[in-house]
């Protein structure tokens, strides 16, 4: 499976963007997705997953109530809605397909490359 990441930008606080996670070569048939997100100097974090029928979605503490992550399977494309921006979102955000994927990095075989998320105060 072979992700690519989208939608990053320079924003500031309060605004809004919208990731997009798209598969392509194989469909995400039978994965979860997760959100991810690393801050200069700072581990990867868990952002946020959905399983694969769309129906279960986990969230970081942090992000509730101001993300939201959907899948369209008949796109292959996976979203992450970010409102209420701050500047602690600013990181690189990458999404990650796992049969078994909720909330820990290893639990995701598959990697797309990250998109920058920059929120300026």
């Known amino acids: 499976v072979q992700l690519q990441a989208s939608g990053g930008g320079l924003v500031q606080s309060g605004d809004s963007l919208r990731l997009s996670c798209a598969s392509s070569?194989?469909?995400?048939?039978?994965?979860?997705v997760g959100w991810f997100r690393q801050a200069p100097g700072k581990d990867r974090e868990f952002v946020a997953s959905?399983?694969?029928?769309?129906?279960?979605?986990y969230y970081e503490d942090s992000v509730k109530g101001r993300f939201t992550i959907s899948r369209d399977n008949a796109k292959n494309t996976v979203y992450l809605q970010m409102n209420s921006l701050k500047p602690e979102d600013t990181a690189v955000y990458y999404c990650a397909a796992g049969e078994r994927g909720v909330r820990v990095l290893y639990e995701y075989e598959y990697w797309g490359q990250g998109t920058q998320v920059t929120v300026s105060s």
């Open positions: 959905i399983t694969w029928t769309g129906i279960t979605t």
């Open positions: 070569g194989q469909t995400f048939s039978g994965y979860a």
